[in-house]
């Protein structure tokens, strides 16, 4: 299959920002890990807002936000008239992230379809890894 067109960097960066400006994101502080690279994840301290009773990293938000990892290493492969809707998440949660740690969440494009992309995510922390992830995500109309 041929690519889609890759949207220029205007439009690139005003759909990165509606992704940083949702309201959850907000919530938890997920920031760019490379602002002149977007795909390169995000990243965030555990902290109030995403930790359980015990203050460790709430499972669903890794969930959450190992889908946005993905979603932004996916942006560059979807044309100006496209977007991508979660289809399916798996993750598995591989060691318990203590509040005041820093998280950093990757995507990594596995395959990109005409209607389906697959993606693969990792989260770390100083470079141990404590989440993956599968994300599959529908590839449809922009709008």
Avoid at 6 to 34: C, K, M, N, W, Y
Avoid at 35 to 40: H, I, M, S, V
Avoid at 74 to 81: E, I, M, N, S, V
Wanted: proline share 7%.
């Amino acid at each position: 299959m041929d690519a889609e067109p890759v949207p220029d960097a205007p439009v690139l960066d005003t759909r990165v920002q509606s992704v940083l400006d949702i309201p959850l994101h907000r919530f938890l502080g997920v920031e760019l890990r490379d602002e002149q690279d977007p795909a390169a994840g995000i990243r965030f301290e555990v902290g109030t807002a995403s930790a359980n009773p015990a203050q460790l990293l709430h499972g669903g938000v890794v969930y959450a936000l190992l889908d946005v990892a993905s979603f932004l290493a996916l942006l560059p492969a979807l044309g100006p008239d496209e977007h991508a809707v979660t289809h399916d998440v798996a993750a598995s949660l591989l060691r318990p992230v203590s509040s005041g740690r820093t998280v950093e969440v990757t995507g990594t494009v596995l395959r990109r379809g005409r209607a389906v992309a697959f993606m693969r995510a990792e989260a770390t922390v100083d470079g141990v890894l404590v989440a993956t992830g599968q994300v599959t995500k529908s590839v449809v109309p922009l709008g």
